[in-house]
């Protein structure tokens, strides 16, 4: 509890445009792509966060170097099999559960045994989804009860596999993905459907890639060995930091906010249907395309008729890192919200799916639970005057902003404890609340 946040007073009314930080799931592919290409790759807009940060320095210690310019990233990358492994290798994925899994896909060619250690609560997760389909490619893998720190020894005799990935992890298919980038053959993956930026950007650099869309798996098949060159992109806002801006503005009073430049990619965008079934309307405005990806800025203005929902199940994949946000419209909302099938929420840096349950209850909200499935009972005319302490929720950066907007938008005094971890994903999430007019205490170490 060395840092925290206090909120006591409700935000003013707002309309404002502003921008939110570039997309975590693209800047950290980027990078480990770049590792891989021929040549320099620059990378504009690049999210500068911790998770990204530690991205840089894993690559760094595998021998790519990297420089920061005034307005974008290099990376010289020097192709598929250019990773120094000649000695064992500890990284630190921090608390980013993106970057340990994805690069021990790339680590399936290592020489020596790497190590991926991460934080407190990386550590507590489980690798079992991900070491499991490695080994299939033939690389050793060591780790006690599938927690970090893993390790991984690559093999010079990688097989390509045939793979079903049931989840609906994007985590588990990239990381495949990338393992086959590596390996002689056609690897074949059935996948659930999950963010595609992996998928889109292995087609904008000719990997050889073939996709055929069903409506809930995708079968993808990647022609592996084929060295591919250095890149430019350019980084959109990530759609998951501006949800909760548009929660914000959504559970306000008379304000409006226009988010410029986020990705809407359909596989994002569970968000945007969710709340817009909840009469929650959000316009996109300037809509194009960059390399596969969709971009828009969002319009949203404050709803005070907010409709129950009956969340299809076929929307918890592409909201998954939105269901905490969600969850507080619902307590908003005219009757019952019924979500179901979410046990991956408590996969994540903490047990989201637990600690949305206690939260909802301690700000009065009747909640009922039968394993994965919620029914939260809301209250439109919801507002709080006591005290209410958030803590004990593993430094997850998504339960502080969550907690933020709670108080912005609900009333009564708060205090947030280990705001800092913001760092992982949202590092300019305060300067953004402070442009807005927002009203907080910080306390920093
Ligand atoms: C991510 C995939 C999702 C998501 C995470 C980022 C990615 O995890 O929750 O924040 O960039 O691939 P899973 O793959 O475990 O669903």
Redesign the pocket.
Known sequence: MKNYIKIHNKIKKFNKNINVSSD??IS?RCVLLASQAIGNTRIYNLLESEDVNNALNSIQKLGVKYKKSKNFYEIAGLGLNSFNTNRNIELNAGNS??LARLILGLLVNSKRFVTIKGDKSLSARDFSRITEPLKLFGVEIKSKANKLPVKILGSNFLRPIKYEER??????K?AVMLAALKTPGITKIKAKK??N?TELLFKSLNIPIKIVKKKYFDYIEIKGENNFNGFIYNVPGDI?SSSFFLVLTILSENSKLTIKNVNINESRTGILKILNKMNCKIKIKNRKMYKGELIGDLCVKSTNKINAINCPKNLN?SA??EFLIIFLVAAKAKGISIFKDLG?LN??ESPRLDIAVKFLRMIGINVLRNKNDIKIFGNPKLKLDKKYLVNKFRKDHRVVMMSCIAALTLGGEWKITDADSVKTSFPNFFSILKKLGAKYIEKKK
């Open positions: 975590k799931s950290i559960g993106t989840l609906g992890s994007a985590q588990c990239s999950s963010r930026h998951s994949s998954i890192d991956e996969k994540k």
